[in-house]
């Protein structure tokens, strides 16, 4: 064979293997070499670029797990705070319910004494009033005593024809008809001073 026959020998073979290869199967150079190539892309892949997605993603995994645990330390820190201010929440409220309680005591005893010194003040006042009335019903009953003493006088004179000159039989007279009178009107006098308080 010529040298221009291999070439044509082998055109010819290419042709008859051509014929022979499917459309949807590749020749299997092409398959070798797309898997060197492939090979190559993995290894470089595994080799470079493998450690730097790891790398990013361990990090990434890092700072998501650290944001979580502070995430929860914070919300453990706003918990407790929360019970704090619910404790003291409930202190404030029972403070205000003891410090009502106290001022409603408190203010009851304020009128409770208000009322006593109240009453106090009433019964003095009222006691002031007898004592006062007393002393002008005595001052009216000797007044009356001595006027009508002057008219019972006048009176005997008139009638005896004389006049009373001894100043002891003068008395005895009036004594003794102011007594008769009182004899006489009892339940009027007590009706008359009771209506008079």
Request: glycine content about 6%.
């Amino acid at each position: 064979m010529s040298a221009a026959a291999i070439p044509a020998a082998l055109v010819t073979a290419a042709a008859e293997t051509h014929e022979e290869q499917s459309v949807l199967i590749p020749a299997g150079y092409d398959l070798f070499w797309s898997a060197v190539v492939t090979l190559v892309i993995l290894v470089v892949f595994i080799r470079y670029v493998m450690p730097r997605f790891t790398t990013v993603l361990d990090e990434r995994t890092r700072r998501i797990e650290g944001g979580l645990a502070q995430a929860e330390t914070a919300q453990a820190e706003a918990d407790a705070k929360l019970a704090e201010l619910n404790r003291q929440l409930a202190d404030a409220r029972t403070e205000a319910g003891r410090i009502r309680e106290e001022a409603r005591a408190d203010g009851a005893a304020i009128v409770a004494e208000a009322r006593t010194k109240a009453q106090e003040e009433a019964a003095r006042v009222v006691e002031t009033a007898h004592r006062q009335i007393e002393a002008e019903r005595r001052q009216a009953a000797v007044s009356l005593r001595h006027d009508v003493g002057a008219l019972a006088t006048q009176l005997a004179e008139k009638i005896v024809g004389e006049a009373l000159t001894d100043e002891g039989l003068r008395s005895r007279v009036v004594d003794r008809f102011l007594d008769e009178l009182d004899a006489t009107q009892p339940t009027t006098a007590g009706a008359a001073d009771t209506k008079g308080y």
